[in-house]
Nanobody, 123 residues
Framework: QVQLVESGGGLVQTGDSLTLSCVFS????????VGWFRQAEGEDRDFVAA????????SFADSVKHRFTISRDNGKNTVYLQMNSLKPDDTAMYFC????????????????WGQGTRVTVSS
């Protein structure tokens, strides 16, 4: 079965950068779109960014546009989320998710989820 494992979270300061990784296994990675979502304490799980099967299409939440980038290496079954100019509002648990259907911006469009990696941005 499909498994997703996130890594790269940690404690950083405002303005710092961080790169999250999501390693995919259990199926043909290049057939899946992958998204990143985040969930702050007591909040809903919100869309952050997503990338299509061959990286030709990408989507970002307005709150991270021009600060975050998303990329994938199909040879390594990995998707990366590069986060720059981090702010305290970026503090959350970050989850990656995979969809065999299409790139989406809503939780319900993704069939498979990782366990998350925590990002904390101090002021």
């Amino acid at each position: 079965q499909v498994q997703l494992v996130e890594s790269g979270g940690g404690l950083v300061q405002t303005g710092d950068s961080l790169t999250l990784s999501c390693v995919f296994s259990g199926h043909t990675f290049s057939q899946y779109a992958v998204g990143w979502f985040r969930q702050a304490e007591g909040e809903d799980r919100d869309f952050v960014a997503a990338i299509s099967w061959v990286a030709s299409t990408q989507s970002f939440a307005d709150s991270v546009k021009h600060r975050f980038t998303i990329s994938r290496d199909n040879g390594k079954n990995t998707v990366y989320l590069q986060m720059n100019s981090l702010k305290p509002d970026d503090t959350a648990m970050y989850f990656c998710a995979a969809s065999s259907r299409h790139l989406g911006t809503h939780r319900g469009e993704y069939e498979h989820w990782g366990q998350g990696t925590r990002v904390t941005v101090s002021s």
